[in-house]
């Protein structure tokens, strides 16, 4: 058992972990930055998490300090006997703090797409070509909704708030939506590989919890096109809607017409969509507004 003096030091320490932790989420919230890291639905518990850290800080340095040295026991979870069994232990804890201090608060990009493989597709249980828009699941309903009021607009705007949703209506009913004019926003990727010299995408990262869990999707803009801005510059690209073939996968990919460099939005990210077609509706009812 550890005497009372190195409990006491390890109390202190795990006090000043904690209130580091309090400060790091406070920095990240102060910033504006917490939407790099947890999705939405999360990040509104996360911002409360101070409070409870702060108040754990304050406990654990109210027993190292003032603490009677018989109320002092490590007996179930047992201390680390050496310095370097210590060290190690909380340097597994100081250091991602350090690298969050450090580094900076920046949206995932073309790197961490070609770790994970950017997605092309979207992935529809029982996927095919229907007529018209007609659902053949329960699941494919909200798609099949939605892919008839896309169909409607003269050009298919891509919204940030049903990106994904958008994308894959689109990729479900591929024969209706040839030739159709699109505007989709998103960073530019570059695909790797000495074969695929002119395999460029616009996309953007779904995360459904954190960035641990996030995914590239986008879609591939055409071979023939030609692009001089570097990797990560956030574009809107306007264009026509066509069939390929892709690493041999049916896709639906974009033949330019123009493509604009813009400024990262301030939520580079996106998310799943509960309703997507109430969504698009609420969009629609704010355009209109607008006008």
């Known amino acids: ?135 053949a699941s329960p699941y494919q309903a909200e798609f099949a909704e939605l892919a008839g009021k896309l169909y409607a607009q003269p050009v298919i705007t891509v919204y940030p708030e049903i990106f994904s949703e958008t994308l894959g209506a689109i990729d479900l009913y591929k024969k209706q939506f040839e030739g159709k004019t699109i505007a989709v926003s998103g960073f530019l990727y570059r695909e790797s590989g000495a074969d695929m010299k002119n395999a460029y995408a616009v996309g953007r990262f779904l995360v459904q919890c954190c960035t641990a869990d996030a995914a590239p999707f986008g879609m591939l803009l055409d071979p023939h096109t030609q692009i001089s801005l570097p990797a990560d510059t956030w574009i809107e690209v306007r264009g026509k809607l066509h069939a390929a073939s892709y690493k041999g996968k049916e896709i639906m990919q974009i033949t330019a017409e123009s493509i604009t460099p813009i400024p990262q939005p301030s939520t580079p990210y996106i998310y799943t969509n509960a309703d997507a077609t109430a969504a698009w509706a609420a969009i629609q009812q704010e355009k209109n507004q607008a006008k």
């Not at 754990?56 to 026991?73: D, E, H, R, W, Y």
């Open 1 to 135: 058992m550890n005497d009372s003096r190195s409990i006491r030091l390890h109390y202190g320490f795990r006090a000043l972990l904690l209130l580091l932790f309090a400060l790091y989420i406070g920095h990240l919230v102060e910033q504006d930055a917490l939407h790099y890291y947890v999705a939405p639905k999360l990040a509104r518990w996360i911002r409360l998490c101070p409070i409870p850290l702060t108040l754990m800080a304050l406990s654990l340095g109210i027993q190292a300090v003032f603490g009677k040295s018989s109320l002092l026991c490590d007996c179930e979870h047992r201390l680390p006997r050496s310095g370097l069994g210590s060290t190690v232990l909380y340097s597994l804890f100081l250091f991602p703090l350090l690298l969050g201090f450090l580094l900076p608060d920046r949206a995932l990009g073309s790197a961490a797409a070609a770790r994970k493989g950017i997605a092309l597709t979207y992935n529809h249980p029982e996927q095919g070509i229907r007529a018209e828009f007609a659902a």
